[in-house]
């Protein structure tokens, strides 16, 4: 099969050399707006600036497209229409009504649409999904890939622009961890989805929760903030407490040393595919459609992970109380945040009732005193309550009886405190901190 290879870029090598080793493949064209870049190509290679010239020439039968990701659909889709098979790097496509359509494209044409998963062929991934134990043996399946993308990229920002990445780690090393998982578990349901650490609409960390179709529990996290070097394993935890797992970098020293057998999985991979014809099924739509439906459940969460909403807030207590009683009535208000100025005075209430829901009565409370904010905030549902250096339980809502004087702040505690029990004094510090 004559190749030709869209992109030289930071990955491109990595084919390069497995087309070399591959004695079926045989390199004919490249493609890159940056002609320096055809410097290390072998002789003969012809080379291209416009991708379309490139699928013009009737020097190929199939490309590899190694582009930045928001490229890859058009890409595809005129290669796919110009008769040629296609490998595509993961993430096959930002969007999954992109990803679909590059499969019908695929289906109407009979070219084959191939997305590049290069874990998938790691060798220690292969032998931890040779080597699984019965199913009913397993508790639940974890997976890190944990890097420093600094160290991963080239010249070009373009992965760290949403706009022409799609994201940050979880359409970047999503990808890879999940269908690495899916050769291990089988298919994946997505459950939930946290992001963390977003810079400019850029997530450097992540954690997913997956199921596979019999409800073994998969947990992912992604990183792209570790300070230096790699971590990319899977861990499947027995239910006897013993655990199974695929290093994936174990024994492949140098820096991305495990790429070069991976690649050359792909490339053999990809002439079966083609091979095999257009019944195949090609996986990427499948996890470009989880890694999409993680975005839509974590962007729309209130929660970040590893960001910090707000500073500590400072009260000064400016009366104790002593007292408890089992049978206050108070009442759970229906606001998860209050914002409190500057200056304003409410009372702290401890309480071993767990109040969850709106309208719940509070009856066993322990009365810590009343406190002054030094500076304005938002106190909300969940919030740590430290006093001298301990930390007295945290915020389980609000009991407005006195409002607008004042509000009670009841506090989640194991056991009713009251300002004698913890030694709270006038003058002293409460804290009030963003549970972690
Ligand atoms: N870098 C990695 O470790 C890695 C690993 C796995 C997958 N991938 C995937 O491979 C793809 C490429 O990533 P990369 O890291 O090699 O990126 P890169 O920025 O290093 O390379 C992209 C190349 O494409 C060229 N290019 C950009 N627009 C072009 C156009 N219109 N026509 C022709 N050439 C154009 C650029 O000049 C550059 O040489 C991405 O989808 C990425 O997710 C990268």
């Not at 002609?35 to 020439?57: C, V």
């Not at 400072?314 to 108070?330: N, P």
Request: charged share 25%; hydrophobic share 40%.
């Amino acid at each position: 099969m004559r190749i030709g290879i869209i992109g030289l870029g930071v990955i491109a090598p990595y084919f390069l050399r497995a087309i070399e080793q591959d004695e079926q493949l045989e390199l004919t064209a490249a493609c890159d707006l940056d002609l320096a870049k055809f410097a290390e190509l072998p002789e003969g290679t012809a080379t291209f600036t416009d991708y379309q010239d490139l699928l013009a020439s009737g020097l190929v039968d199939g490309v590899v497209v190694t582009l930045p990701n928001d490229l890859h659909a058009a890409v595809v889709a005129e290669a796919l229409e110009a008769g040629v098979h296609v490998c595509c790097e993961k993430p096959l496509t930002v969007h999954t009504a992109d990803a679909r359509m590059l499969a019908e494209v695929s289906a109407r044409t009979g070219s084959t649409l191939f997305t590049a998963f290069h874990r998938r062929y790691n060798s220690h991934v292969l032998r931890l999904a040779e080597e699984l134990p019965d199913r009913a043996q397993i508790a639940k399946v974890t997976a890190r890939y944990h890097e420093r993308i600094e160290e991963h990229t080239g010249s070009d920002r373009w992965y760290l622009d949403v706009r022409r990445c799609g994201g940050g780690c979880v359409i970047d090393n999503g990808p890879n961890a999940l269908d690495a998982l899916r050769q291990v578990a089988g298919e994946l349901t997505l459950v939930d989805a946290t992001i963390g650490d977003v810079r400019g609409g850029v997530e450097f960390y992540a954690e997913l929760s997956l199921r596979t179709e019999d409800g073994i529990p998969v947990q992912v996290e992604l990183d792209w903030a570790l300070p230096t070097g790699e971590v990319k394993d899977i861990t499947v935890h027995l239910k006897d407490g013993s655990t199974r797992s695929a290093d994936m970098l174990a024994g492949y020293h140098g820096f991305k040393s495990s790429l070069d057998h991976e690649y050359q999985g792909i490339m053999a991979d990809f002439r079966a595919a083609v091979a095999a014809g257009p019944e195949r099924r090609d996986d990427g739509p499948v996890v470009v459609d989880l890694v999409e439906q993680a975005y839509l459940v974590a962007r729309a969460k209130e929660q970040r992970l590893r960001m910090p909403a707000k500073e500590p807030a400072e009260a000064t207590v400016v009366k104790r109380l002593f007292h408890r009683r089992t049978d206050r009535g108070m009442v759970l208000s229906p606001w998860a945040s209050r914002c409190v100025r500057a200056g304003e005075v409410h009372e702290l209430v401890t309480t071993t009732d767990r109040p969850g829901s709106t309208g719940d009565r509070v009856d066993a409370v322990g009365f810590l005193g009343f406190a002054e904010f030094r500076t304005a905030t938002v106190v909300e549902r969940g919030d740590q309550v430290w006093a001298d250096g301990r930390l007295l339980g945290v915020v389980a809502g609000f009991d407005e009886c006195h409002y607008p004087n004042h509000y009670n702040i009841l506090i989640d505690t194991d056991r009713l405190l009251t300002g004698e029990d913890v030694d709270l004094r006038a003058g002293h510090t409460v804290v009030f901190k963003e549970h972690a």
